[in-house]
């Protein structure tokens, strides 16, 4: 597995003050959203979180519409970052497929059924973290 480098201070405070866009997106973290995009997923949102903790970079958070499509969505997403030599470290909530969290490393995938996602509401809690919508 192929570590991206330590975020540096300087990319840190760009961070706080850029505008989050696509373009600038990590290609395995482009990667994960081609792969959810792929297969129906709903308010995919990107998180961008270098500015405010130290145990990863980014947030990818999306909706699946029942349990089946939130493992297919996970599926798909480890499939297309296996291919790029990239496995989670950790991976949680795939056996009920309310909650499906999916550890990177540097970037978390959460795959979150509609009634999940509204009670946990992520974007709310990180809400100034720069974001994307996808």
Known sequence: MT???KTSAKAVAAAKTAKLTRRLLPPALKAAIEASLNKKAEDVVVLDLRAAVTFTEFFLIMTGLNVRQTGAL???IEHDLKAMNLRPIGMEGAARGEWIL???GWFIVHIFSPA???YYALERLWSDAPSLMV
Do not use: G, L
Request: glycine share 0%.
């Open 3 to 5: 570590k991206p480098k």
């Open 74 to 76: 996970a599926e798909a």
């Open 102 to 104: 999916m550890d990177y």
């Open 116 to 118: 999940s996602r509204d």
